[in-house]
């Protein structure tokens, strides 16, 4: 197996050979993600009729899920990224069942939207501690929207997309959220329009983020080396330099190549897979 040698390190670095196939996972993605959104607009409704179209598309989800995750067609370049097919094909499978069947014992199926309620009363002035005091916006529940309406279909994408309390990114100016993102809108220390981090710390984040890559990049490791031969303090920071570099490939959405794959017995295993050897 041919290695490359690190500019940066000096070292030598174990170099990808897999082919990316990616194009005949697109169709089966694509149909699962647009199954689960039907099953998302039909939500609100608590019909008979709509209950039973979500157990039915049930199946459907799930032999997409599990084409997804054992077709060895599919692949990113290596075993390692080729885990985020699984990773979300049970996503999707999850939230499948979460709309076809978790729902069927609760009283409100759906989320309701929440704007915020203009009204006089509706903004509390706080006792004025500092200058950095703001008023208390509230915000109210509002009905569902009708069936097949253009808002019930960006009601089924919020009801997809959004993950933590806060105001979707599509049309913001309608001001919306979901009711479980009350707390924390109409909490006073809330940081709603605030960024997450200054800009010292952000900054200091993202150096560690490439700090971590450079060293799963460049780490002198040998092809067919698992990470229990490593030594203990090398398998430490080996575990959190990939951590934080997933974490990384999470934010941003895109797959970034790294220098280990996993091995057959579960472990982690450096190099090429011998099943993909040529026979020369």
């Given at each position: 197996m041919d290695h490359g040698i690190s500019s940066m390190f000096n070292q030598p670095m174990v170099q990808q050979d897999w082919v990316i196939s990616v194009k005949p996972a697109f169709l089966p993605i694509v149909t699962s993600i647009s199954l689960?959104?039907?099953?998302?607009?039909?939500?609100?409704?608590?019909?008979?009729?709509?209950?039973?179209?979500?157990?039915?598309?049930?199946?459907?989800?799930?032999?997409?899920?599990?084409?997804?995750?054992?077709?060895?067609?599919?692949?990113?370049?290596?075993?390692f990224r080729d885990s985020a097919f699984p990773t979300f094909a049970f996503l999707l499978f999850y939230r499948s069942l979460d709309f076809s069947i978790l729902n069927l014992w609760d009283a409100e199926p759906a989320f309701h939207w929440i704007v915020p309620d203009h009204e006089p009363s509706a903004v509390t002035e706080l006792k004025?501690?500092?200058?950095?005091?703001?008023?208390?916006?509230?915000?109210?529940?509002?009905?569902?929207?009708?069936?097949?309406?253009?808002?019930?279909?960006?009601?089924?994408?919020?009801?997809?997309?959004?993950s933590r309390p806060g105001t979707p990114f599509l049309f913001p100016w309608k001001a919306r959220a979901l009711e479980w993102s009350q707390r924390a809108l109409e909490s006073p220390d809330t940081k709603f329009g605030v960024p997450e981090w200054p800009i010292s710390p952000a900054i200091i984040q993202q150096l560690v983020h490439l700090g971590c890559h450079f060293y799963i990049r460049h780490l002198d490791i040998k092809s067919g080396q698992q990470i229990w031969d490593?030594?203990?303090?090398?398998?430490?920071?080996?575990?959190?330099?990939?951590?934080?570099?997933?974490?990384?490939?999470?934010?941003?959405?895109?797959p970034r190549p790294?220098?280990?794959?996993?091995?057959?017995?579960?472990?982690?295993?450096?190099?090429?897979?011998?099943?993909?050897?040529s026979p020369d």
């Open positions: 689960l959104f039907i099953s998302a607009v039909s939500l609100p409704s608590k019909s008979r009729s709509a209950i039973y179209f979500r157990l039915a598309l049930l199946p459907f989800h799930l032999m997409l899920a599990y084409d997804i995750c054992v077709n060895k067609n599919y692949s990113l370049g290596s075993a004025p501690k500092s200058s950095n005091d703001k008023p208390i916006i509230r915000w109210r529940k509002v009905p569902h929207p009708p069936l097949f309406s253009f808002d019930r279909m960006i009601w089924a994408l919020d009801n997809l997309t959004l490593l030594p203990l303090f090398v398998q430490c920071a080996l575990s959190f330099a990939l951590e934080r570099h997933w974490s990384l490939i999470r934010r941003e959405r895109s790294v220098s280990a794959n996993c091995g057959e017995r579960g472990g982690i295993m450096f190099g090429e897979d011998p099943s993909l050897d």
